[in-house]
């Protein structure tokens, strides 16, 4: 059993609180994403998995075992970091045979072992070039070879893709995943590119200020937000304010907007923060009736970026508050600036936030 189980872990530096109260599970074969802004203490929770930072309080656990006090190499990890950390005078299989020369492996079986590392990242028959050989993305293959070489039990990555360009991300996104499912590694994924987080992992993890905020599975963490932040961070967002009275909210202007009837509604007379996704929303032009059961909502359009493919249309709300939403371009036809439009959604795309208003 390799789940990583962390509890109660804080950390501070100095006076400053960067972790606070962690306690989270990592399952065994699963591939879970740290999502979070710059400083928010990704790189911090991962490192003390690692056995790198030592938390203040709190235990980490790897299996059955408790590892808090277990030194750095007798934790069997694999990690992987932004910066490949090849050593450069070093060939591609000098560098991934480091981690083995060390638990003492050694002559046909370190061979045998490098090899199947190699192969398992696609780069057979590049052993013997020197990092400066190799490309951004062959570098970070190799880097990936020598975390996997070991045979570890949990695969750590401290945003390994951060310094490749768009197409060779994406690449190395499918190989990453192509991995994580061919080894069944318990894998630890440190991102602060929201599609990547959603596209590659079982479940999701997001940061705010040394805490989890949310964690669940990509479709929920983006579908169901729990606070503003989370709604904000992972993909855009629309923000209502208004007053709950029998599971209707209403805006400053009197518009009535549903709440799901998954949703469990806040008691009357509560100011309450909702959000809805820009993809979510029909357009029409000029004021029309919404179909039964729909939430309609009376705007007027500020701005319309074409992309071809899609718009989108940048209004005003008829209470004030701006909103944003995406269309395919089905019909060909654009609503022009400064019209008048009915907006639509489901109810159950109406996301009812924790947050006070
Ligand atoms: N060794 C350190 N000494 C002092 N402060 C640190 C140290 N490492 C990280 N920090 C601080 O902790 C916070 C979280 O850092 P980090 O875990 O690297 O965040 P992230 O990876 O999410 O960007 C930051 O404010 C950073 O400046
Ligand atoms: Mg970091």
Redesign the pocket.
Known sequence: MTNVKINSVAKN??Q?S?LSDITTQFPEGSFTSLL??????????LRIVAGFVTPDSGTVSIGSRNVTNVPVWARNIGMVFQSYALFPHMTVRENVAFGLARRGIKGAEARSQIDRALEMVRLPGFGDRKPKQLSGGQQQRVALARALVIQPSVLLLDEPLSALDRRLRQEMQVELKRIQRETGLTTVF?THDQEEALALSDQVAI?DR?QIVQMGVPTDIYEKPKTRFAAEFLGDTNFLTGTVSARIVTLSDGTAIRLADAEVAPSDGQSVTLAVRPEKIRIVEGVADAEPGLNRLQARVTAVIYAGAALTYVLTASDGTPFKIFAQNTTGTIIPEGAQVTLTWEPKHTILLQDQA
Do not use: D, M, R
């Open positions: 530096y100095g400053v960067v979070g802004p710059s400083g928010s203490g990704k790189t911090t929770l440190v940061l040394g």
